[in-house]
């Protein structure tokens, strides 16, 4: 074997002592371990032992330990791959149904819920997603009942109401607010105001109040075809939770109506008032020269008296004209209307006046149909109608003309027709014949004692029994008035007994 003396594990028992060295052997064309120790004898190194070992059966052994740790090894990293499978499926599809939840919350859908038998973490989560959905879809369905309360609230008010943002953009707008301002409520939305109408004024008082965040109160007057408008506007900021200025609404009222029932209530009080005066006037005029003249003659006095007389009759003639008036337009609701035969307060109303116009040189004609005519009104106003219509015919109608009073039916309405072969009107006046004190020959109607009241007080009758009252008239020919009741159905096919 030769000198072993420098192989490595001889070396090491020298340095070390003891020696270990593995490598491959030529001859036997194996590993080989070697173990090298000291002999030792009588205290003195005596020479070195050296024992070798084939490696062959410890690799083969090595090699099957090998195989079974890596056959382990696969067999187990299969198993974990399972069960990551199985243990990740049963995390993934709850946090997928989660993550659908989610979403379907996120675009306004609050009905889906989500199993929560689970007792982990993910089972906590879940009843917190449901519980969550279930809070939003109560205030969400609040907030729709209070917005549809809102929207309803707006389309029946009867003022117009717009809204705006910062950018004064329209956010609302009502069909009322649509009507003043000319505009489409559908297609308004999102539009800047002062695109959507061109009432200037409006855009103004919304910039006002959004520049300055407080209310700006102002009054609009709008000039169309029929009559002016008077629109009051009330603006006012919008604030958000914080307190930040995110908008205005302004509040259209239109008072109209109003300011012309007070114009007519001014002129109503103006024209009163000079009525009543001129009589008054005359009386007292009369009466101080007839008290300041002691040698006045007895035919004189008579003569004043006479006036005096006259003017009275006028003056209380007027004041009944203005408690009909005042009675017909207090009384709530109108007078009471009861089942009557519109024959009998014709007649009644034509028969009081035939005298008047015998001694007037006036031939009054009468036509009544021969069946009921039932309607629903009140007998007294109703004959006050015909009286004033025939009693307007015979003034103004000269000696020797003739009047036709007529009560017709046709297509559900009865029809109280006067007609005369008078004076005429105009037909510039004739739209304003109805309006109170309107007279169209004021010297002639004071002088054959007209009050300016009675067509007024026809019109307002009609109206209350819902009727209709117009006229046809030529200058020079003569006048045809008529006033239409409706004919109530149910008594006309079971009349009262």
Partial sequence: MGNLASRPEIMDV?????????????????SVMHLALPIEGNGRLLGYARAS???????????????????GAVLAMLAAVVLGLVLARSFVKPVKAMTAVAEGMARGDYNRRLPATRTDELGDLARALNQTAKSSQNRMETIITDRNKLLSLLRGMVEGVVAVDRDERVLQMNSAAGKILGASPETSVSKPIWEVTRVRQVCDTLSRTLKSGRDVKDELRLATRSQDRVVEMLASPLFD??????GAVVVLHDVSDLHRLQTVRRDFVANASHELKTPIAAIRALVETVIDDRSMRSSDQASFLAKIWNQSIRLSSLVTDLLTLSRLESSPGGPELRPIDLRDSFRVAVHALLPTGEERGIAVHTEVPENPVQVLGDPEALGQLTTNLLDNAIKYTSRGGQVWVRLKTGNGQ???????????????DQARVFERFYRVDKAR???LGGTGLGLSIVKHIAVIHQGRVFVESTPGIGSTFRASIPISRSLQENPPS
């Fill in 445 to 447: 109607s004071r002088e």
């Fill in 53 to 71: 070992r084939s490696l062959s059966d410890i690799e083969q052994r090595l090699t099957r330990l090998r195989t079974v740790v890596a056959l």
């Fill in 14 to 30: 020298r340095s070390h002592g003891s020696g270990v060295a593995t490598r491959y052997s030529h001859g036997l064309g194996v």
């Fill in 414 to 428: 009865a029809l109280i027709e006067v007609q005369d072969t008078g004076m005429g009107i105009a037909p510039q």
């Fill in 241 to 246: 939770g914080e307190g930040e200025l995110v």
